[in-house]
């Protein structure tokens, strides 16, 4: 896998290069919108480990523009709407790791993680051999979740009152 040999690039933020470089090898960028984007999750929890991120390198929600926060919670909903399309999980952990003492990996950047939930989704490689195993390739997920956010993004027919 290119992404794991490839390992981190000078400490640059991923972020900034995932949006930045739309080329890399696999893809991890699945939509991209006026001020936000998401990409898959590089070392996921769970099959279809989505981020949105703001373009702008900004680490606090409460910095960001109105209109980015509003497009960051309505790319969030257009995740889990297509992850429902492309996996059908029971449920779902969203939410956003704010600051070092809060658990953040990556603190300069504000991003959000939705992750899809099965009951009984996670065993004993995860809790007792800090290893996860996932049965689908990155690239294989990235294709499913641009179809399902094509069909997710498609315009709905008003039903008459």
């Known amino acids: 896998m290119a992404y794991l040999e490839r390992g981190p ?6 972020l900034c290069l995932a949006h ?3 080329g890399t090898s696999p893809d991890l960028v699945v939509w991209r919108g006026r001020s936000v984007f998401a990409l898959l999750n590089a070392y996921p929890y769970a099959n279809g480990h989505v981020m949105v991120a703001p373009y702008a390198h900004e680490a606090d929600l409460d ?3 109105e209109p980015v926060a509003v497009e960051l919670m309505s790319a969030v909903r257009l995740a889990i709407g297509a992850l ?11 939410g956003a790791n704010l600051g070092s003492a809060a658990g953040a990996g990556l603190g300069a950047h504000l991003h959000l993680h939705v992750v899809p939930r099965w009951s009984g989704d996670t065993n004993f490689m995860t809790s007792t051999g800090n290893t996860r195993v996932l049965p689908e390739a990155l ?3 990235a294709r499913r979740l641009r179809a399902a956010i094509e069909r997710e993004s498609e315009p709905r027919s008003e039903e008459p009152s």
Do not use: H, K, L
């Open 9 to 14: 690039q000078s400490g640059a933020c991923f």
């Open 20 to 22: 930045a470089d739309a």
């Open 63 to 65: 910095a960001v523009a």
């Open 84 to 94: 429902r399309i492309a996996y059908d999980p029971e449920g779902f952990n969203v």
């Open 139 to 141: 690239d294989d997920t």
